[in-house]
C-alpha cells in the first residue's frame, strides 16, 4: 500500500511516498508498550460492549465506532489530525482536483477557530471582501464552535450560481461582518508572469498563487521566457498563495538553488530527518527575490526558506502564515481515513516555523487601501449619524483620496462632501449619503485599486530592490 503526504494548510498531496508493508502487528509492537496496549486495547473494547449492550437506548455501532476514533484524535490537540467517514473522505479528495466549485479561499483551523489563510485572486472570496486572518463564526447562520476543519470547508464548498453566507469577525472591528458570496467554478491558472520595467531594468515577475499538478511546469515555461527576454532580475511573488503539492516546490526550488544545502528538511517523530536537495551546481546569474504576506502559507513557506537560507536571497513584504507540519491520509478499508499529523517540514538551517512563520528580509506593509473593510449598510447612512459603519465608511473614503474630514463614525458635512465627491466620479446620484449601491460601489472601486500595480507597496519596494540589486 503506498499513501501520499498532505503539506496545504487544509493538506495536498506532497512530494514523497511512505510504503507501509508491514504487519498489522508490527505496528503495534512499533508503537512501544505491546502488553500496555493489549491492555489498554482490551479496556476500550470492554468499554465499546458495556456501552453498546446496556445504554439505556439502542446504540448505532458504526456511530460508536467513529465516536471513539473521533475522541483519540481529539486528544492529540493537532488542529490538522481529523478523521474523515467515507463521504467526508470523498468530498475531500475531490477539493484537490484541478478545478473545484466554491467561493476560492482556503481555510485553516487555528487554536479551535476557523480561519481564513488567503483568498484566491480574482475569486468571489477576494472581489466579495474576505482576508486573511479573518475568523469564520458563522455559516449560513449556523456557529462553527465545535467544528473540525473538514466540516467547515465542505459547509463553504457548494455548486456554482448558489450563495453561502459567512459571518465573520476580523481585527480591528468590533461587531462581525456578514458577507455573501456566489459560488463559482475555480479554475487552477497558477502562474502569471511579465518584464516590469523599473529604474531602466528588466525585473522578471511571476506570480504563483497555488501549488498545483502543473504549476511547476508552468514556472518553467514562464523562467525561460523571462530569461530570453533578457530579465536582469526575478521577483516571485507567494502573497495569499496557501499551498499545495510539495513535489510541485521540489521542482521549482531545484530549478533556483544549488545543491549546497537542502532546500527542505521533513523530520520524523524519533528525530530523524530527510533532506531534500537540488541538483543545480550553480546559482543562476541573475539576483531573484520573492514577495510573501501573512496569506503564504505551507508550501508557499517552503520555497521561502529555501530561497532566504539556502540561496541568501531577500524576502519582502510581511510574515507568513506558519504551517510547519506534514499530514497522511490513511485508509481505514471501508472508504474512511484519518489524515494524521506525521512529521515536521524544517528550514534548510533546520527551523520549525509552525505558528511562527517565516521573517521577511524588508518588512514593508501595504497602504490603508489594503486594511478597508465592506461597508454593512442596514439602513442608509447620512449626516448625523454616528456608528462604526460610518467610520468604516469614511476609513475607505480616505484611503480611496476623498477627504472625510472626521474619522471617528460622526457623519460630518464634510464626510458628505466626500461622498457627493466619489458618488459624481463614479457616475451614481450625488446626495451624499450611502445606499447599498454606493457601498458597493466604493467596495469596488477599493478592489480595483488593490489590483492596480502602482498602489502596491510591497510589490514597488521589490521591484526597487531587484532592480538596484
Same mark, same amino acid.
Given at each position: 500500500m503506498v499513501?501520499?503526504?498532505?503539506?496545504g %494548510?487544509?493538506?495536498s498531496y506532497?512530494?514523497?511516498?511512505?510504503?507501509?508493508?508491514?504487519s498489522?502487528?508490527?505496528?503495534?509492537?512499533?508503537?512501544?508498550? &505491546?502488553?500496555?496496549?493489549? &491492555?489498554?486495547?482490551?479496556?476500550?473494547?470492554?468499554?465499546y460492549?458495556?456501552?453498546?449492550?446496556? /445504554?439505556?437506548?439502542?446504540?448505532?455501532?458504526?456511530?460508536?465506532?467513529e465516536?471513539?476514533?473521533?475522541?483519540?484524535?481529539?486528544?492529540?490537540?493537532?488542529? /490538522? @489530525?481529523?478523521? !474523515?467517514?467515507?463521504s467526508?473522505?470523498?468530498?475531500?479528495?475531490?477539493t484537490?482536483? &484541478? @478545478?473545484?466549485?466554491?467561493?476560492?479561499?482556503?481555510?485553516?483551523?487555528v487554536?479551535g477557530?476557523?480561519?481564513?489563510?488567503s483568498?484566491?485572486?480574482? @475569486?468571489?472570496?477576494?472581489?466579495?471582501?474576505?482576508?486573511p486572518?479573518?475568523?469564520?463564526i458563522?455559516?449560513?447562520?449556523?456557529?462553527?464552535?465545535?467544528?473540525?476543519?473538514l466540516?467547515?470547508?465542505?459547509?463553504?464548498?457548494?455548486?456554482?450560481?448558489?450563495k453561502?453566507?459567512?459571518?465573520i469577525?476580523?481585527e480591528?472591528?468590533?461587531? =462581525?461582518?456578514?458577507?455573501?458570496?456566489?459560488?463559482?467554478?475555480?479554475?487552477h491558472?497558477?502562474?502569471?508572469?511579465e518584464?516590469?520595467?523599473h529604474?531602466?531594468?528588466?525585473?522578471? /515577475?511571476?506570480?504563483?498563487?497555488? #501549488? %498545483?499538478?502543473?504549476?511547476a511546469?508552468e514556472?518553467?515555461?514562464?523562467?525561460?521566457d523571462?530569461?530570453e527576454?533578457?530579465?536582469?532580475?526575478?521577483?516571485?511573488?507567494?502573497?495569499?498563495? =496557501?499551498?499545495?503539492?510539495?513535489?510541485v516546490?521540489?521542482?521549482?526550488?531545484?530549478?533556483?538553488?544549488?545543491?549546497?544545502?537542502?532546500?527542505?528538511?521533513?523530520?520524523?517523530?524519533?528525530?530523524?530527518? !530527510?533532506?531534500?536537495f537540488?541538483?543545480?551546481?550553480?546559482k543562476?546569474s541573475?539576483p531573484?527575490?520573492v514577495?510573501?504576506?501573512?496569506? @503564504?502559507?505551507?508550501?508557499?513557506?517552503?520555497?521561502? %526558506?529555501?530561497?532566504?537560507?539556502?540561496?541568501?536571497?531577500?524576502?519582502?513584504?510581511?510574515?507568513?502564515?506558519?504551517?510547519?507540519?506534514?499530514?497522511? =491520509?490513511?485508509?481505514?478499508?471501508?472508504?474512511?481515513?484519518?489524515?494524521?499529523?506525521?512529521?515536521?517540514?524544517?528550514?534548510?538551517?533546520?527551523?520549525?516555523?509552525?505558528?511562527?512563520?517565516?521573517?521577511?528580509?524588508?518588512?514593508v506593509?501595504?497602504s $490603508?487601501?489594503?486594511?478597508?473593510?465592506?461597508?454593512?449598510?442596514?439602513?442608509?447612512?447620512?449626516?448625523?449619524?454616528?456608528?462604526?459603519q460610518?467610520?468604516?465608511?469614511? #476609513?475607505i473614503?480616505?484611503?480611496?483620496? /476623498?477627504? =472625510?474630514?472626521?474619522?471617528?463614525?460622526?457623519y460630518? %458635512?464634510?464626510?458628505?462632501?466626500?461622498?457627493?465627491?466619489?458618488?459624481?466620479?463614479?457616475?451614481?446620484?450625488?446626495?451624499?449619503?450611502?445606499?447599498?449601491?454606493?457601498?458597493?460601489?466604493? $467596495?469596488?472601486?477599493?478592489?480595483?485599486?488593490?489590483?492596480?500595480?502602482d498602489?502596491d507597496?510591497?510589490?514597488?519596494?521589490?521591484?526597487r530592490?531587484?532592480?538596484?540589486?
Amino acid at each position: 500500500m503506498v499513501i501520499s503526504l498532505l503539506v496545504g %494548510a487544509i493538506g495536498s498531496y506532497a512530494g514523497f511516498q511512505l510504503k507501509l508493508n508491514i504487519s498489522q502487528t508490527k505496528q503495534l509492537e512499533e508503537m512501544g508498550g &505491546s502488553q500496555q496496549l493489549a &491492555s489498554d486495547l482490551e479496556k476500550m473494547n470492554a468499554a465499546y460492549q458495556l456501552i453498546y449492550k446496556n /445504554y439505556v437506548e439502542e446504540v448505532d455501532a458504526h456511530k460508536l465506532t467513529e465516536g471513539a476514533i473521533q475522541g483519540m484524535l481529539t486528544t492529540l490537540n493537532d488542529d /490538522y @489530525s481529523v478523521y !474523515m467517514d467515507e463521504s467526508t473522505a470523498k468530498q475531500f479528495s475531490e477539493t484537490l482536483d &484541478s @478545478s473545484f466549485e466554491g467561493i476560492g479561499a482556503e481555510v485553516s483551523l487555528v487554536d479551535g477557530k476557523i480561519i481564513i489563510v488567503s483568498p484566491v485572486k480574482n @475569486s468571489p472570496a477576494e472581489q466579495a471582501g474576505l482576508k486573511p486572518n479573518d475568523q469564520i463564526i458563522k455559516i449560513d447562520d449556523e456557529s462553527v464552535e465545535g467544528f473540525n476543519l473538514l466540516q467547515a470547508t465542505l459547509k463553504i464548498k457548494g455548486k456554482k450560481g448558489t450563495k453561502v453566507k459567512l459571518t465573520i469577525m476580523r481585527e480591528g472591528l468590533q461587531n =462581525p461582518l456578514e458577507i455573501e458570496i456566489v459560488r463559482a467554478e475555480i479554475p487552477h491558472i497558477t502562474v502569471n508572469s511579465e518584464v516590469i520595467m523599473h529604474d531602466n531594468e528588466k525585473v522578471g /515577475y511571476v506570480e504563483i498563487t497555488s #501549488f %498545483a499538478t502543473d504549476t511547476a511546469k508552468e514556472f518553467k515555461i514562464a523562467l525561460k521566457d523571462l530569461e530570453e527576454q533578457g530579465m536582469d532580475s526575478l521577483l516571485i511573488d507567494v502573497r495569499n498563495n =496557501p499551498g499545495g503539492l510539495l513535489k510541485v516546490v521540489d521542482e521549482i526550488l531545484e530549478e533556483l538553488v544549488t545543491k549546497d544545502k537542502p532546500y527542505v528538511q521533513i523530520e520524523q517523530r524519533n528525530g530523524e530527518r !530527510m533532506m531534500n536537495f537540488s541538483p543545480l551546481e550553480e546559482k543562476k546569474s541573475y539576483p531573484i527575490g520573492v514577495l510573501i504576506d501573512k496569506g @503564504s502559507a505551507s508550501a508557499s513557506e517552503i520555497l521561502a %526558506a529555501a530561497l532566504k537560507e539556502a540561496g541568501d536571497y531577500p524576502l519582502i513584504g510581511t510574515q507568513t502564515f506558519g504551517k510547519g507540519t506534514v499530514q497522511q =491520509p490513511v485508509p481505514m478499508g471501508d472508504g474512511s481515513n484519518i489524515k494524521l499529523t506525521l512529521y515536521k517540514w524544517l528550514t534548510p538551517d533546520g527551523n520549525w516555523i509552525h505558528k511562527k512563520g517565516v521573517a521577511p528580509t524588508y518588512e514593508v506593509k501595504q497602504s $490603508e487601501l489594503y486594511e478597508t473593510h465592506p461597508i454593512q449598510v442596514e439602513k442608509t447612512l447620512k449626516t448625523d449619524m454616528n456608528n462604526d459603519q460610518v467610520k468604516n465608511a469614511q #476609513f475607505i473614503l480616505k484611503s480611496l483620496g /476623498y477627504a =472625510p474630514g472626521r474619522e471617528d463614525g460622526y457623519y460630518s %458635512a464634510a464626510t458628505a462632501t466626500a461622498v457627493r465627491a466619489f458618488q459624481h466620479a463614479a457616475g451614481l446620484t450625488a446626495n451624499g449619503q450611502i445606499d447599498e449601491k454606493t457601498a458597493e460601489s466604493l $467596495e469596488k472601486e477599493v478592489i480595483k485599486q488593490r489590483n492596480n500595480q502602482d498602489n502596491d507597496m510591497q510589490l514597488q519596494t521589490g521591484l526597487r530592490i531587484m532592480a538596484n540589486q
